[in-house]
T-cell receptor, first 112, second 115 residues
């Protein structure tokens, strides 16, 4: 079946640093979503990407839909303590409807 | 405006018992979803609905049933609980198909343990 890999699995960064994480697969997808989940809470949808090569920003977050349609990237600039959490990517193809595949997540810790 | 609410927040069942999880949204969203999240993993879609009176299977539908009798409510039922159904269950809603919108809201989750 289709599977998403996220790297790194976890990362520790200093407050103020920029962060990069990615999501890769051997399959082609048409839509990519990025979520953030705080401990004990439901996920929050951060960014949605619909076209290969598309670059979309949401505040300090920027995500890109890879040109091969097999990957996506999320960058966070000037990290702050509230950026701590787990970041999940999810992807779908048109004929899968709402059946998005989720990656295992990247756990981000921000050191003051 | 409460967004998406879920009841109960916690539940412990014995194997073979049944229960219903209730999800309610007050945003007039057409689409509603039930996911499960196991420790250290991403979400997996159980069932979803694209409007009142409709339901569809997700990735892991076995052992679960759903109903959407009213637009604002989406119920998830476990007829005969099994330990493999121990998980955190999240409900979510969106105004449109997730392939065409960047708006989706999640509830706080229900932590279910099956002994």
């Amino acid at each position: 079946g289709q599977q998403l890999n996220q790297s790194p699995q976890s990362m520790f960064i200093q407050e103020g640093e920029d962060v990069s994480m990615n999501c890769t697969s051997s399959s082609i997808f048409n839509t990519w979503l990025w979520y953030k989940q705080d401990p004990g809470e439901g996920p929050v949808l951060l960014i949605a990407l619909y076209k290969a090569g598309e670059l979309t920003s949401n505040g300090r977050l920027t995500a890109q839909f890879g040109t091969t349609r097999k990957d996506s990237f999320l960058n966070i600039s000037a990290s702050i303590p509230s950026d701590v959490g787990i970041y999940f990517c999810a992807a779908s193809v048109d004929n899968y409807g709402q059946n998005f595949v989720f990656g295992p997540g990247t756990r981000l810790s921000v050191l003051p | 405006n409460a967004g998406v609410t879920q009841t109960p927040k916690f539940r412990v069942l014995k194997t073979g018992q049944s229960m219903t999880l209730l999800c309610a949204q007050d945003m007039n969203h057409e689409y509603m979803y039930w996911y499960r999240q196991d420790p250290g993993m991403g979400l997996r879609l159980i069932h979803y609905s694209v409007g009142e009176g409709t339901t569809a299977k997700g990735e892991v539908p076995d052992g679960y049933n759903v109903s959407r009798l009213k637009k604002q409510n989406f119920l998830l039922g476990l007829e005969s609980a099994a330990p493999s159904q121990t998980s955190v269950y999240f409900c979510a809603s969106s105004p449109r198909d997730l392939r065409y919108t960047d708006t989706q809201y999640f509830g706080p989750g229900t932590r279910l343990t099956v002994l």
